[in-house]
């Protein structure tokens, strides 16, 4: 079983009023697990929305969310109401199945953000605390863990991310923007999730700051094992890093499968207002002068082989 799945998810954003708009429409998918996953799309296809549900950030309109099969949203009525259906419950009497339903949503809940860490497009929406320091220890804290834990995993995710030990004691607020953003990535590892989902990593950083983080993310998947999965508008990004490659386009999936499969499809994600890798592009013209060129080439060292073999 896939560790992170939508059934049949739709999102409405302002529903039943005169602005509604359909974010998600009957989106239905599984994650592959230990894997980084890309969801690619223009903007307003729903890649953020999709994003906010896998947390219960936010809940779906319909659908469900599944994390290991269990619906993050699930509430204490819907379990309350067929109770006595439920091995767990169906011996204990009405108040303890009451209680206990109680007790195992709110941890439930509590675990979510642990398993599933999410780092925001803006970093700056989820820093708060008065210190570098404080705000990565923020989420080990509530984790129940001792001091000396806590200070662990503060300094290996912030060695990790690249979170400099000059800042430490400054405010978060007053660093620049890529900062910002490294300071919000340690927050979440500190916690090691499983699930690892990032809104545009790389937005507003140079070009070697944005190759850095992605490194730096690539290097965690790989050392942990947990599953990864990315927002971006960087094509070049997603053929170079994922495994995987989810297309939405108007709150719909439209293509879904490995790298080398989407990307050899450039024609149609031109035709939804997608930019294709460079690389793709360059190949596609060099193909239409007449040389022997694959479809399935999306990389640069792809194509520097390829072009060797050719040349």
Excluded at 85 to 112: G, M, Q, T, V
Excluded at 186 to 205: K, N, S
Excluded at 279 to 303: C, F, H, W
Aim: net charge neutral; aromatic share 8%.
């Amino acid at each position: 079983m896939s560790k992170i799945t939508l059934d049949h998810v739709s999102y409405v954003y302002s529903k039943g009023t005169p602005y509604e708009q359909k974010a998600l429409d009957d989106v239905s998918l599984s994650i592959r697990d230990h894997c980084i996953t890309g969801i690619i799309g223009h903007t307003g296809s729903g890649k953020s929305t999709m994003m906010q549900l896998l947390n219960g950030l936010a809940a779906p309109t319909s659908g469900k969310v599944l994390l290991d099969g269990y619906d993050v949203n699930t509430t204490f009525e819907d379990l309350f109401a067929q109770w006595k259906s439920l091995p767990k419950y169906e011996n204990l009497s009405k108040s303890a199945a009451k209680k206990a339903i109680k007790k195992d949503i709110k941890d439930f809940r509590r675990r979510l953000c642990f398993r599933v860490g999410l780092v925001m497009q803006y970093p700056e929406y989820q820093l708060f605390e008065e210190t570098v320091y404080k705000d990565i220890a923020f989420g080990p804290q509530n984790m129940g863990l001792s001091e000396e834990e806590i200070r662990e995993r503060v300094m290996e995710a912030a060695a990790f991310s690249g979170v400099e030990p000059e800042w430490m004691e400054k405010s978060p607020f007053d660093l620049s923007g890529g900062q910002k953003r490294r300071v919000a990535l340690a927050g979440v590892i500190a916690m090691r999730p499983e699930v690892l989902v990032l809104d545009e990593p790389g937005a507003g950083l140079d070009p070697r700051g944005r190759n850095s983080i992605f490194e730096k993310i690539v290097h965690y998947q790989k050392t942990t094992g947990s599953t990864v999965l990315i927002v971006s508008h960087s094509m070049e990004d997603m053929a170079r890093l994922c495994d995987d490659v989810v297309v939405l386009y108007r709150a719909k999936i439209v293509k879904q499968g490995s790298g080398r499969e989407v990307f050899s499809h450039a024609d149609e994600l031109s035709k939804i207002g997608l930019d294709i890798p460079q690389i793709t592009r360059l190949l596609q013209m060099l193909k239409e002068k007449g040389m022997p060129i694959s479809d399935d080439i999306y990389t640069v060292d792809e194509a520097v082989a390829a072009l060797k073999q050719i040349l």
